[in-house]
């Protein structure tokens, strides 16, 4: 059972345009959600997060936008960079205030910014 | 900046081979992750730990795979036999009672 989803393999954009990358999920306990990027042979890094108790959170040229009654979640990147294309992953922690333990994590998204 | 630093990045060996990876988390945060990454793949967890003990390891496949952390600091996964599906990135992360994990560059296996 395929708890968080990324339905998008990849994602083409022209610099300096709007990314917008997709998760959805299927647990309704899930409470806190992180996207993550990662580079070839590097391993991810953390981006940025929302808490379930919000519907946005910006940081920078990235915010996330989470709507809990469809269970879902996007990723919005502007404007975007070349230095942007990576794969893209959104990921869940247990739900239930744990503060800790492992991510579930989507499939991830192929993100290629043209110049 | 504190890493975690894992060794070797890149691995080739051959079926039924034994391999072991070795993974150093940021200082100070107790609890690590062992993840498997297949390509196409988000990474599933293999393992968690807390300090020295096993928190989670229902995901790891014990007739072949072990893992251990025994001074509750760096820990080693080790895999024998080596299996061609073993064929994936193994990632190490560690964290701090936060949701946010810190993930290491990463070990390339290649069984062949």
């Known amino acids: 059972d395929q708890q968080v989803k990324q339905n998008s393999p990849s994602l083409s954009v022209q610099e300096g345009r709007i990314s917008i990358l997709n998760c959805d999920y299927t647990n309704s306990m899930f409470d806190y959600f992180l996207w993550y990027k990662k580079y070839p042979a590097e391993g991810p890094t953390f981006l940025i997060s929302i808490s379930s108790i919000k519907d946005k959170n910006e940081d920078g040229r990235f915010t996330v936008f989470l709507n809990k009654s469809a269970k879902h979640l996007s990723l919005h990147i502007v404007p975007s960079q070349p230095g942007d294309s990576a794969v893209y992953f959104c990921?869940?922690?247990?739900?239930?205030?744990?503060?800790?333990?492992?991510?579930?994590f989507g499939q991830g998204t192929i993100l290629t910014v043209h110049p | 900046e504190a890493e975690v630093a894992q060794s070797p990045r890149y691995k080739i060996t051959e079926k039924s081979q034994a391999v072991a990876f070795w993974c150093d988390p940021i200082?100070?945060?107790?609890?690590l992750y062992w993840y498997r990454q297949i390509l196409g793949q988000g990474p599933e967890l293999l393992v968690q730990?807390?300090?020295?003990?096993?928190?989670?390891d229902s995901q790891l496949p014990k007739d072949r795979f072990s893992a251990e952390r025994l001074k509750g600091v760096d820990s080693t996964l080790k895999i024998q036999p080596a299996e061609l599906g073993d064929s994936a990135m193994y990632l190490c992360?560690?964290?701090?009672?936060?949701?946010?994990?810190?993930f290491g560059p990463g070990t390339r296996l290649t069984v062949l």
């Open positions: 730990f807390q300090d020295e003990s096993v928190v989670d």
């Open positions: 990921a869940a922690p247990p739900p239930g205030g744990t503060s800790y333990g492992k991510l579930t």
């Open positions: 992360a560690s964290s701090h009672w936060t949701a946010e994990q810190f």
């Open positions: 200082s100070g945060h107790a609890t």
